[in-house]
């Protein structure tokens, strides 16, 4: 005895009966060799077309408060400093923490005068 055949499923494709060789792509009229980059699309690298003033971030304060969760902040300096708080009254502590550091940071206060 043998089972019978389920029925097909709806959307599906019927299965094939044996085994396939995936096919290539036939090649472009004129093209010995397959494109790998689409036409005017740059291969190369270029710089950084835009002309910096010589400033970049060295403090991140990042501040996630979700509706109906616990509020968290933390604050990251390139000095070092990596503080994180979790609740309202912690946050909001730290927020200022973060501005006052902003002024104390020894990477942003002015060096001159001071002998090396």
């Known amino acids: 005895m043998s089972t019978?055949?389920?029925?097909?499923?709806?959307?599906?494709?019927?299965?094939?009966?044996?085994?396939?060789?995936?096919?290539?792509?036939?090649a472009g009229p004129g093209?010995?060799?397959?494109?790998?980059?689409a036409e005017g699309v740059p291969t190369a690298v270029?710089?950084?077309?835009?002309?910096?003033?010589?400033?970049?971030?060295?403090?991140?304060?990042?501040?996630?408060?979700?509706?109906g969760a616990v509020p968290t902040a933390?604050?990251?300096?390139?000095?070092?400093?990596?503080?994180f708080a979790?609740?309202?009254h912690k946050a909001l502590a730290l927020i200022e923490d973060h501005t006052d550091h902003r002024t104390r940071c020894p990477l942003r206060t002015d060096q001159e005068g001071i002998a090396a």
Request: glycine fraction near 10%; include cysteine.
């Open 4 to 26: 019978p055949p389920r029925p097909r499923l709806e959307g599906h494709p019927t299965p094939l009966t044996g085994p396939r060789i995936a096919e290539l792509a036939p």
């Open 31 to 37: 093209s010995g060799a397959p494109k790998v980059a």
């Open 46 to 67: 270029r710089s950084d077309q835009h002309t910096g003033d010589g400033r970049y971030p060295i403090a991140w304060l990042t501040i996630t408060a979700p509706r």
């Open 74 to 83: 933390t604050s990251v300096c390139e000095c070092g400093r990596n503080r």
């Open 86 to 88: 979790a609740g309202h």
